[in-house]
């Protein structure tokens, strides 16, 4: 006689299927929101650094003109620069921020970067940067701490 012995199976239950797939899910509910945050933090800092570029633009104008005047697009003292990119990233890419001259006389000047696009929720709302180096934010959200958004 032939004794017949049952083969071992072999996989996963459903049971344990749906365990792997919760601890995932959970996973994916703290990571994702981190990561978001992140290529926000990243984009934001590259934008800084942007204007910090339109800055040196600007100082260039003055010193081959005498004066900030002029820098904008169409000979204007405000909008879109003409001597600088106007959007972040300024290596192409979909615009995160547009850059703009708020305000220039002969002797001052004030820059901005607006979020667009994928940042245009950004808690950090416009950057804004002044021919002394101030630094500054405005419409961020309320009791964010702002000098974050420089770091």
């Known amino acids: 006689m032939i004794a017949l012995t049952a083969k071992p199976?072999?996989?996963i239950?459903?049971?344990e299927l749906m365990i792997v797939v919760a601890i995932i899910a959970i996973i994916a509910a703290v990571g994702y929101p981190s990561y978001i945050e992140s290529v926000r933090k990243?984009?934001?800092a590259d934008c800084a650094g942007a204007l910090v570029g339109l800055s040196n633009a600007m100082e260039r104008h003055y010193s081959i003109t005498g004066n900030y005047l002029g820098a904008a697009d169409g000979g204007g003292n405000t909008g879109a620069p003409a001597v600088f990119d106007t959007a972040c990233p300024i290596d192409g890419g979909d615009?995160?921020?547009?850059l703009t001259i708020s305000a220039a006389t002969v002797s001052t000047y004030r820059l901005q970067a607006a979020p667009t696009g994928a940042q245009a929720d950004d808690k950090c709302g416009t950057l804004?940067?002044?021919?002394?180096g101030v630094k500054g934010v405005s419409g961020a959200d309320s009791g964010y701490d702002w000098q974050k958004c420089w770091r």
């Open 95 to 98: 615009a995160t921020y547009n």
């Open 13 to 15: 239950t459903l049971m």
């Open 42 to 44: 990243t984009r934001r």
């Open 128 to 132: 804004t940067l002044t021919n002394t």
């Open 9 to 11: 199976q072999r996989g």
